[in-house]
């Protein structure tokens, strides 16, 4: 159950992670979001903004100057508490663990934020996977390029076709334990020092 | 045993840093993994939900976690400290500048310069802003407790701001702010950069310091006191390791990779040996136990340092009294467990608890007193 009027804001430095959330939370029908990327006058930011919820990743060292600012209520028109529900480490934690810090203005209700928060926990989390499947399918290329190098070594060297250089390679690193790409990246670089 | 600690790219993570590079975490059985963090308040949720086992922590989270100020109420204990001193505080140029007219000079008492200070403070019209780490921090407190020493009000005659030890330089820069309250090595990276100068190393405002701590949560102690102990006697040997000056240019360097602290090794180095250029263009000076990881009782968890933090609390109205408040403060530091872990291998182990803590005004904490207006 979303609740339209409630005003968020996100702190992200990251132009792709934000904008997935923001999405996330237009397409479940919470209308007020402002993203923050630069940090220059945050507080500026927090108090035009007028927050209800505020999310900032974890990898931003300015988390540190956030809980500042709501330590010293002047700064911000509201009281904002520092999570949740001051008993509710549960929820913490999966915000922890997605990557996500939380902040809620005190006094509102937890099933308010619960939804917002479980969208914010789903969507950092989408995201971090997305984030690994571009950073393993980067290493896949890579591999790749490496085993055609080795392969050609090979080939040129002991004057074999393709397919028994990659079986000479596969063959080394199931005797080895390792990964073919390993012992493709070992044979390149003896190649390039005996040169 | 595997034990995973959080840490912040700072001198005094040296201790941590050793105990698992050269080998005293494995001769007491112990697999050290350190996890390099971003923020304190990272830190604090990482070892509040169990991610890190212990951390490196500010001796004030510690107590602000058990009194559940500021986020979730979980009880911390500091059964051991990383050291003593290492902070200092510095200005901008052109607050120097405007200092040394009011009579400040390089190295001068620090209560000559929160005079020079109050009277720049007196002729503004626009309120100088400084800046520290983290509002439950001996960096707050040492700056609010070194400006009010020259009757600056911290809360209504300058801004007191947060950034995080890498933006200091370049906020100094920038000009926006004119001066800061952080460890070493920022403040020399600061003069080196030739934006600013060190005014008052916080030795100076309050010897023998205190400053980060080993944390970690009361029920991962009561689940593990072997591990703890064992913990404790690795990080001991390391820190002792860490106070012999042939081994600083080595630990200098360890420190400066870009996993630990990314800082340079000379800046490094210098600050270990308790050395500290001032200003631009002069000679490093020679100061008296300005970072002291171990000689002088440095890793003893004096319970007097977790009251003092308490009554800044107080003091600068982050928390309202509440007479269950003193016995959870005094619980959060542990020299029990201190001296059951490491009776066997330490001489000098206090007998007391507390001690009355002495600041560069003449004003004095004694615990005792404190606890019996209270």
Same mark, same amino acid.
């Given at each position: 159950m979303s609740d339209p009027a409630l005003r968020i804001l996100l702190v992200d430095q990251n132009v792709t992670r934000a904008s997935i959330l923001e999405e996330g939370l237009r397409e479940a029908g919470y209308t007020h979001v402002s993203v923050v990327r630069d940090m220059q006058n945050l507080l500026r930011r927090i108090v035009d903004a007028d927050p209800d919820v505020i999310f900032i990743d974890?990898?931003?060292?300015?988390r540190d100057v956030l809980e500042q600012m709501f330590q $010293?209520?002047?700064? $911000?028109?509201r009281p904002i508490a520092m999570? $949740?529900?001051?008993?509710?480490t549960d929820m913490i934690r999966a915000a922890v663990e997605s990557g996500v810090g939380a902040y809620v203005v005190d006094g509102l209700r937890k099933e308010r934020v619960k939804s917002i928060l479980d969208m914010a926990v789903s969507r950092f989390n989408a995201f971090s996977q997305l984030r690994d499947e571009l950073e393993r399918a980067k290493q896949e290329l890579e591999d790749r390029k490496i085993v055609e190098r080795a392969k050609g070594i090979l080939m040129k060297e002991r004057g074999i076709t393709e397919e028994a250089a990659y079986g000479l390679l596969r063959k080394a690193a199931m005797n080895e334990n390792r990964r073919v790409a390993e012992v493709a990246q070992s044979l390149v670089t003896a190649t390039r020092l005996l040169k | 045993m595997k034990v995973i600690l959080g840490f912040m790219p700072?001198?005094?993570?040296a201790s941590l840093v050793v105990a698992a590079e050269r080998g005293f975490a494995a001769e007491e059985g112990l697999e050290l993994a350190l996890v390099r963090e971003t923020s304190w308040a990272n830190i604090r949720d990482r070892v509040v939900i169990g991610h890190f086992d212990a951390a490196h922590m500010l001796g004030p989270m510690t107590v602000a976690s058990t009194l559940g100020i500021g986020h979730v109420r979980v009880p911390v204990i500091a059964p051991f400290a990383l050291g003593l001193g290492g902070n200092a505080i510095t200005v901008s140029l052109r607050l120097w500048e405007q200092m040394t007219q009011e009579g400040a000079t390089v190295g001068a008492k620090p209560g000559v310069h929160a005079t020079a200070l109050e009277r720049v403070v007196l002729r503004r019209s626009e309120p100088l802003t400084f800046a520290m780490v983290y509002p439950f921090s001996c960096h707050n407190y040492e700056l609010r407790y070194w400006l009010a020493a020259g009757?600056?009000?911290?809360?209504?005659d300058v801004r007191l701001v947060v950034i995080p030890p890498p933006f200091l330089v370049d906020a100094l820069r920038a000009g926006q702010i004119d001066g800061f309250c952080v460890g070493e090595p920022w403040n020399s990276v600061a003069v080196q950069a030739g934006v600013g100068t060190i005014v008052v190393p916080t030795t100076a405002i309050w010897p023998s310091s205190p400053e980060k701590v080993l944390g970690c949560r009361l029920e991962w102690a009561q689940r593990h006191p072997k591990q703890l102990a064992a913990l404790m006697r690795a990080i001991y040997r390391a820190s002792r390791w860490c106070d012999q000056p042939e081994n600083h240019a080595e630990l200098a360097k360890l420190l400066a990779q870009p996993r630990y602290v990314g800082a340079p090794a000379d800046l490094l180095q210098q600050a270990l040996g308790s050395r500290l250029t001032l200003t631009t263009n002069t000679p490093a000076v020679q100061l008296e136990d300005f970072f002291t990881p171990s000689r002088h009782n440095a890793t003893f968890p004096w319970v007097s340092h977790a009251l003092w933090f308490y009554e800044q609390m107080l003091r600068w109205k982050q928390i309202e009294f509440a007479p269950n408040q003193v016995a959870a403060v005094r619980a959060t530091y542990r020299p029990d467990l201190y001296r059951a872990a490491l009776a066997s291998i330490s001489e000098d182990i206090p007998a007391d608890d507390t001690k009355i803590e002495r600041f560069f005004d003449g004003g004095a904490f004694d615990p005792q007193s404190f606890e019996t207006q209270r």
């Open positions: 974890l990898e931003n060292p300015n $010293v209520s002047r700064c $911000v028109q999570f $949740v529900d001051h008993s509710d | 700072l001198l005094d993570c009757r600056i009000d911290p809360d209504k």
